[in-house]
């Protein structure tokens, strides 16, 4: 039984290998997306800049655009003979000794090489008789140093430079940058398509009656479909397939034909009716099966490649809710981000930060337990959080109740209140 960590580096390293030989980036089909409709695609071209930023020399401060060769110590006297602000530059020609009033933001004219805060003069005493439509003079009050307050052109973006680069994955900030260079699409990549299927005869969709106590509804689709939601992905439902091996073998054949990444729920255990696993080896390879972590430990990860040009990555998740949650946060989730070829820093982190635990935890060492809890701070500013009671994988009310897991180490014991533990917080509760 594989540790979560290897499995986890044995995905990343198998995902390398599909974006670099099975289906490279290089390759990809991309789609045109305008920038609004853009956030958590994965761009695949690079975006230089169409100009400078900032186009010319422009003012950091409100103030005054002294001229070269001027007297810049204190109290030298200043001609002020026009005005530029933002969207209405000067125009005219200023010589040594001459100024003009500017705002933050506006064109600095060619012939000046300083910009003076208006607080650096005699400005808050002159400003009621100051008539903007004939020349007036003022004083600084400090000396002044040559290039003071200008933002120059180019200084932070010059045109022609790389401002994104593909496998960057858009957020809002990135819309912000774009807009300011006036881009409106960009190229990112196709979306992969992602298959999801639900096994089990006790299955019922949502929107269907319950006609047998035998009967439970579907949870782990719309779980799955919501959990991925924030992904650059297509996603496929294949519905629920009975405990059948032909059916379940027709289901996946199907999936396989059409989809870049297929991932199940439920039959991937031992039991007479869980035949998924049988499935996969005849249509591909299990790389892994069971991994040492609670709950979840039936996990599986192959490929579908019977037949077919590049492989389908698979990815087999038990069938309590509960281990789909916690295998598609561990696993899927940040395999999708990595196959749909957002570059490392683009891929969403799973946070980790400490907390104190409130009350006395149960576990057995052998497995890496993943319990719910309640993560808060106290009025000092510290994390602590409060393990809930009975763990048990089916308490579904007990999730959604939770905003963290409490995640203690494979080889951990129980652990009592008042020590330090490993907390996740959920990542819908701080996106």
Request: net charge negative; with cysteine.
């Amino acid at each position: 039984m594989i540790t979560m960590e290897a499995l986890q580096s044995a995905i990343k390293q198998r995902i390398d290998t599909y974006n670099n030989n099975d289906f490279p980036l290089h390759v990809r089909a991309t789609n045109t997306y305008d920038i609004l409709d853009s956030g958590n695609q994965i761009l695949a071209k690079d975006i230089v800049s169409p100009f400078d930023v900032p186009r010319q020399n422009v003012s950091a401060m409100d103030g005054y655009a002294i001229s070269q060769g001027s007297e810049l110590t204190k109290d030298s006297s200043i001609d002020i003979i026009g005005e530029s602000q933002a969207g209405c530059a000067y125009t005219g020609h200023l010589t040594a000794g001459q100024g003009v009033r500017i705002f933050t933001g506006a064109v600095v004219p060619d012939s000046c090489d300083t910009v003076i805060m208006q607080e650096n003069t005699n400005f808050a005493e002159i400003r009621d008789t100051i008539d903007k439509s004939q020349p007036y003079a003022i004083t600084l009050n400090h000396t002044a140093q040559v290039d003071s307050n200008i933002r120059k052109q180019g200084e932070e973006i010059e045109s022609g430079e790389a401002v994104l680069s593909a496998g960057k994955r858009i957020n809002p900030a990135d819309i912000s940058l774009l807009a300011n260079l006036g881009i409106s699409e960009i190229n990112v990549f196709q979306p992969l398509t992602v298959g999801v299927l639900a096994t089990g005869d006790e299955l019922v969709a949502i929107g269907n009656e319950l006609t047998s106590l035998a009967q439970i509804y579907n949870s782990n689709t719309p779980t799955l479909k919501s959990l991925l939601s924030d992904l650059p992905i297509i996603i496929q439902d294949y519905g629920i397939i009975p405990d059948d091996l032909a059916q379940t073998t027709a289901a996946v054949n199907a999936a396989m034909q059409d989809c870049d990444v297929l991932i199940s729920t439920a039959g991937v255990s031992v039991g007479d009716y869980d035949f998924l696993t049988n499935v996969i080896e005849a249509l591909g390879q299990i790389n892994h099966y069971k991994v040492a972590m609670k709950p979840g430990k039936p996990f599986v990860f192959g490929e579908l490649n019977k037949g077919l040009d590049k492989p389908v990555l698979y990815f087999g998740l038990p069938g309590n809710p509960l281990s789909t949650v916690v295998g598609a946060l561990q696993f899927v989730i940040p395999a999708l981000w990595q196959m749909s070829g957002a570059g490392v820093a683009e891929q969403p982190m799973i946070l980790n930060v400490k907390a104190t635990l409130t009350n006395d935890v149960k576990k057995s060492p052998g497995r890496k337990d993943f319990q719910r809890g309640f993560l808060s701070q106290n009025e000092a500013g510290h994390y602590q959080v409060e393990c809930f009671s009975g763990q048990q994988s089916h308490r579904i009310k007990q999730l959604s109740r939770a905003n963290c897991f409490v995640v203690l180490d494979k080889d951990s014991g129980s652990v009592s209140a008042n020590n330090l533990v490993t907390v996740q917080p959920f990542p819908w509760l701080h996106r």
